[in-house]
């Protein structure tokens, strides 16, 4: 059996936008029924796990989970620039609340790609008031929850333009673009990133401006949440002749990023698969090699090598706050974690601190742009009636929860 440490988070992870349904003030809601959209369906209600949050944390807690992330929407906390809803507020201290009386630990995401339409239209990320406005946001939502949240992250993967843009998946021009295109009606922004029109592609700088400054705010409020952020880490690998542009894409999209967290609690390590780089970027998953549901390689080992990265260049403790595939073959979702954790087992035993292992996902929910054909979920939700079947990978992740280890 290959052991974890005592009190390591076992869980699943979800964002506010992909399952709670009904996000009308955010961008995404807007670039879903922009004419020309690239999104192949409307999030719509989604899983309406705005509503039915406690039976999936029961469900949850039933499997033998311990953790849960998921996120608190920032378009329905300030639906208008300075309105802060109490409501909204209230809601998501209800969902922190529904995870403690359950045994679960909450480890909560504030900022999911999705932002809050105002913020979109007045330039996104590349407004210079960005980072403030961010913190203001992160201030208040410590203020309501914090004394309840022992994990908080800031941004969920906000290297992920910067990845795209340098292993040459959208163009390198998209990088310095303007934000805020959830206003725009020309599809063609959309096309820039798997999760549509309107989120970052700013640079490191902007991004750990708002990231120093929201920690600050939520370090300032009451009890003590460990806080960082959650990164998207690619296994990025030089195939022949691309070593060059490897490091440089290695750099740039992984190693800067995992720098910011050296002055953070612990950083989130997000690993699905790997991408080769060759000299002129990256190469096409070769003829015959299994791939999942996005196109993506099935390469359980990015877990391991990716946790071992950032370990080593972040110097903090890890939390694993996704991993997983999209899959209807739910057997192969179990080989692919069952290998996955195997690598993660190793680095515990090599000594590296990590703190827990959350799945992506919970529910099969809103793939970006994809829609709801990318099932990545360890329970089906019904479209139409959102009825819940847990499937078999759950129960199998349940039992490695409750060994605390592979059996
Ligand atoms: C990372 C993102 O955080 C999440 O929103 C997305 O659904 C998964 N990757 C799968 O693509």
């Not at 989130?268 to 090699?289: A, C, F």
Request: net charge negative; with cysteine.
């Amino acid at each position: 059996m290959s052991q974890f440490p005592d009190g390591f988070l076992w869980g699943a992870a979800t964002a506010p936008h992909q399952v709670e349904g009904g996000n009308v003030n955010s961008d995404m809601w807007h670039a879903e029924w922009a004419k020309g959209s690239h999104f192949a369906e409307p999030s719509g209600d989604a899983c309406d796990h705005y509503h039915r949050y406690p039976e999936d944390m029961t469900l949850l807690a039933d499997l033998g989970l311990n953790a849960y992330r998921f996120g608190v929407e920032w378009s329905r906390i300030e639906p208008e620039e300075g309105f802060f809803s109490r409501a909204a507020l209230d809601h998501y201290r209800r969902m922190v609340g529904a995870c403690l009386e359950r045994g679960i630990t909450p480890v909560v995401t504030l900022s999911h790609f999705s932002t809050p339409r105002w913020f979109a239209a007045a330039g996104g990320w590349s407004n210079d008031a960005a980072a403030d406005r961010f913190a203001r946001y992160a201030g208040r939502v410590a203020a309501h929850l914090g004394d309840l949240v022992p994990w908080m992250s800031t941004f969920n993967e906000p290297n992920l333009v910067s990845m795209m843009v340098h292993i040459g998946l959208v163009p390198a021009a998209a990088r310095d673009e303007p934000l805020g295109r959830s206003n725009s009606t020309d599809p063609e922004p959309a096309r820039q990133s798997d999760s549509g029109a309107a989120w970052p592609s700013h640079s490191v700088d902007v991004m750990a401006t708002a990231h120093r400054k929201a920690v600050e705010a939520i370090k300032s409020g009451p009890g003590d949440p460990a806080v960082g952020w959650t990164l998207a880490l690619v296994d990025l690998q030089p195939a022949d002749g691309g070593e060059q542009r490897w490091r440089a894409v290695r750099q740039s999209a992984l190693l800067d990023w995992l720098e910011v967290s050296r002055d953070d609690d612990f950083v989130g390590v997000q690993t699905y698969t790997r991408e080769r780089i060759g000299p002129d970027g990256i190469l096409p998953v070769p003829e015959g090699v299994a791939t999942t549901q996005t196109g993506w390689e099935v390469y359980p080992e990015a877990l391991g090598h990716t946790v071992r990265l950032a370990a080593e260049h972040a110097r903090v403790p890890v939390l694993v706050t996704e991993n997983g595939m999209a899959t209807a073959d739910d057997d192969a979702r179990v080989a692919y974690t069952c290998a996955a954790l195997g690598g993660l087992a190793g680095c515990v035993a090599d000594g590296v601190d990590v703190r827990g292992y959350l799945h992506w996902s919970l529910l099969d929910n809103f793939e970006w742009t994809s829609g709801y054909q990318m099932t990545f979920g360890l329970i089906a939700v019904d479209r139409t009636t959102f009825e819940r079947t847990v499937k078999p990978s759950a129960r199998w992740l349940g039992k490695v929860a409750r060994a605390n280890g592979l059996t």
